[in-house]
């Protein structure tokens, strides 16, 4: 099956290839050697057959589960802790972090279904995603979900060292479900998941996730 490249990619896709073909054009005139033509010209295919990657859109089996919070991105969870989060909830919660890696998938997705009672884009700093202030300091967007029997998480997409652009879909008031897209991150970000208390843990700080199927909690009034 051919690689599905995600709608963010074209943008840059389309712009970089232009790029590249002008300036291979270019050394393949300009370079005499003829090994070095090769060489040069392979890193510069190479370079941009990453980045298509790195746009990639997997096509993933999903089946919804109303008892879980599921993971909205790719990569490896870095921190699992307790924090008061002042932005719109103003109480303690539980922090889940998720490192997204330059390879992995950076589509983001719901992780629970609800309404959306609160988004804001907040601009900021570029510091590297494992920072402990990257969640405050850096570019992000936050969002924060209410299921119907009145339960909040809230997410937060953030920005790291090299993204320079946070891409969040939904909208205030908007119904959405779970495993439906939320945004999208370029080049390296992380993504915070924060869940009532009570909501039970399902998984431990080094374990990669799968963005659509891997379970970080359940729901407390979901627990037998």
Known sequence: ????????????????????????????????????????LSGIALGFL???????????????????????????????EK??????????????????????????????????????????????AKHPKASELNERSTIVIERTNGDQLLVRQIAGVLARRVVTRTKPGQLVNQGDELGFIKLGSRMDVFVPLNAIIHINVGVRTIGRQTVLASWADNVS
């Open 83 to 128: 924090e008061w989060v002042s932005e719109f909830m103003n109480r303690e919660m539980i922090r889940v972090s998720i490192l997204m890696w330059g390879y992995d998938v950076h589509i983001n997705w719901i992780p629970a279904s609800g309404r959306i009672i609160y988004q804001q884009y907040h601009p900021g700093r570029n510091l590297i």
């Open 1 to 40: 099956m051919a690689m599905k490249i995600h709608r963010e990619g074209y943008r840059t896709l389309l712009p970089l290839g232009v790029f590249v073909l002008s300036i291979s054009a270019l050394f393949w005139i300009c370079i005499a050697w003829l090994w070095f033509k090769l060489v040069l």
């Open 50 to 80: 990453f980045v298509t990657y790195f746009f990639r859109d997997p096509q993933r089996k999903f089946h919804q589960d109303t008892k879980a919070i599921i993971a909205p991105a790719d990569g490896e969870v870095i921190e699992i």
